[in-house]
């Protein structure tokens, strides 16, 4: 491998900042070098590799769900570049996010990787470097899914360097198989409910994605579907999908479900760890994907929320009457207080303040359901086609879109004291997931009935029939991936893996024409660019900027 040093416009001025994160965690006046030469000390070192990812998926999530055919904006506004395509330059908004966390996220693990050798070794020190590696893996996922080729650096940089050239993307590919191969041989086999780290069955559910991923790309190789296909099996185990849905993202006042048997990999929070800055050490994810609801919970009992990424009309149409990911997804009954659904184990007393008609409702349903919920004063029914993120052209007020209910936190703090921010876990891979990714590598790799077996199997737990042989192909996929993992940091690279981003973001998000996707030279922008910062700073300019641009 080349010997290629990177640093990113931040990292200029940040890869200080690494050091100082993990010496505040030490207790002591030792100097670092001596810390992370202890066993405790080399376990901070991991812990801050593993805290990393709070920055990668904490913040706004533009760069994983916007500008795709599942979610829109509403009255706020989204990037426009993002979200959009047709003002996305290198210097627009939000650009900048992975590049830059994920480029922290690998020289954490540089630094991991380097004291491994000089710190006080014990079987567990190997262990320690696979769950690194993991990390290091995702992040360089991320980084060559979005931009494609980037800069790789597996070297503990101490002093700044300024100049840095671009790997293609097959090579970092290869950096990330190796990586992963490398971790799968030595972390443990533990169950992730229990220990939360970085297990065997996380390395075959990534490797699955990488291998998938790659098969598409023009690099791919001949096995690659094959191969992400078995990996996918290793990680699913021959575990079925048995917990209900609605019970994947169960949460009450005091406990939630976030780290079930079937969550492969998730970005673990913790309200203790986090009450020095709320507001700062949470993550978002509750606060978008849904209605703007009026206001913090001391207004009205409803949860602080955005008023972008609402679901498109694709989106809530995709359900039929029998899917329990309907009710499990979406509230769409909306009580007097919101957080009652989750508070109040009794619900036949409570009144009924917005209800959402699903796409099955009839005349019939209506009235019935009319004569027979206690509703509250000021009721408001929406009807099918009317909450909508593209409904908001015509209607734009408060509980017009219906809410995502998911990903809520109903602690009782959260979010009056602490703002948009939840210590809810982001769940990064989970089982379900795992299905649908062997699902698409079989049929990738030239057996389909393999595939849908797979798929069936995440269609028994959501209670809808099986899909048949005739209809299962790529789209169908699609629409089965969008039903299963609404809001789950997944679209977009799921529509620009699979080549589709361009057709299904044009066809159904109401902000995106095909030509939007259309750049300089007549290139299309289905990468994102390179963020002009790390340009600016980067004293090699030679480095190509991404088609498009």
């Known amino acids: 491998m080349k010997k290629i040093i990177l640093i990113l416009g931040i990292i200029v001025t940040t890869f200080t900042s690494c050091s100082d994160y993990i010496e505040e965690e030490s207790l002591s006046n030792v100097p670092a070098d001596a810390t992370y030469k202890t066993a405790s000390g080399f376990q901070l070192l991991v812990n801050s590799d593993y805290a990393r990812l709070k920055a990668i998926y904490g913040g706004d999530p533009w760069l994983f769900e916007a500008g795709t055919d599942m979610y829109a904006e509403g009255r706020t506004a989204e990037p426009a570049g993002l979200s959009q395509y047709t003002l996305l330059i290198p210097s627009s908004t939000g650009v900048e996010q992975l590049y830059n966390t994920c480029y922290l ?20 020190v190997s262990v320690l470097v696979g769950e690194a590696k993991f990390i290091r893996a995702q992040a360089y996922f991320l980084l060559v899914q979005t931009y494609g080729g980037v800069a790789i650096v597996d070297e503990n940089i101490v002093n700044p360097v300024l100049s840095f050239t671009r ?15 490398s971790a799968l041989a030595t972390v443990g086999t533990g169950a992730y409910a229990a220990s939360g780290k970085v297990n065997k069955r996380a390395v075959n559910d990534l490797l699955a994605k990488v291998y998938l991923t790659r098969g598409y790309e023009a690099f791919g190789k001949a096995d690659d579907f094959t191969k992400a296909a078995a990996y996918a099996d290793a990680a699913i185990a021959g575990q079925a999908l048995n917990i209900p849905y609605n019970q994947l993202f169960t949460a009450t006042a005091t406990t939630n479900n976030d780290l079930n048997t079937e969550t492969i990999f998730s970005v673990q929070y913790d309200k203790t760890s986090t009450s020095t800055d709320p507001t700062k050490l949470g993550n978002n994810q509750f606060y978008y994907f849904s209605s703007y609801l009026g206001g913090s919970e001391t207004k009205g009992g409803a949860p602080l929320r955005s008023y972008n990424l609402l679901p498109t009309g694709y989106t809530l149409g995709l359900f039929t009457k029998d899917d329990k990911r309907w009710t499990g997804t979406f509230m769409n009954e909306v009580y007097e207080n919101y957080y009652d659904f989750f508070r109040v184990a009794d619900k036949t007393t409570l009144k009924v303040k917005h209800f959402y008609a699903p796409k099955w409702f009839t005349p019939a349903d209506k009235t019935a359901y009319l004569a027979t919920a206690k509703l509250a004063t000021g009721f408001v029914y929406h009807s099918w086609g009317e909450y909508s993120a593209e409904y908001t052209l015509t209607k734009n007020i408060d509980y017009q879109t219906i809410p995502v209910k998911k990903f809520d936190d109903p602690d009782p703090t959260t979010p009056a004291s602490t703002g948009g921010v939840s210590t809810r876990d982001i769940i990064v891979a989970r089982l379900g997931e795992t299905y649908l990714v062997a699902a698409e590598a079989y049929l990738k790799a030239g057996n389909p009935a393999t595939g849908l077996d797979r798929l069936n199997e995440v269609r028994r737990r959501a209670g809808v ?65 390179i963020p002009q910062t790390a340009l600016d700073l980067n004293q090699n300019k030679d480095f190509p900027q991404n088609p498009g641009y």
Request: charged content about 25%; hydrophobic content about 40%; overall charge negative.
């Open 105 to 124: 996220a690998i020289q954490s693990v540089n630094k991991t990787v380097y004291y491994s050798t000089v710190t006080e070794q014990n079987p567990n």
């Open 167 to 181: 790997n293609s993307a097959e090579e970092v590919y290869a950096h990330i198989i190796a990586d992963l191969d």
């Open 465 to 529: 029939a099986n899909a048949t042989a005739p209809e299962f192909n790529i789209d169908y996929i699609l629409d089965e991936r969008a039903r299963e993992l609404v809001g789950e940091y997944k679209r977009w690279f799921d529509l620009k893996r699979t080549g589709t981003l361009v057709a299904r973001a044009s066809a159904y998000n109401y902000r995106i024409k095909a030509a939007n996707f259309v750049g300089v030279d007549g290139q299309l922008k289905i990468l994102r660019p």
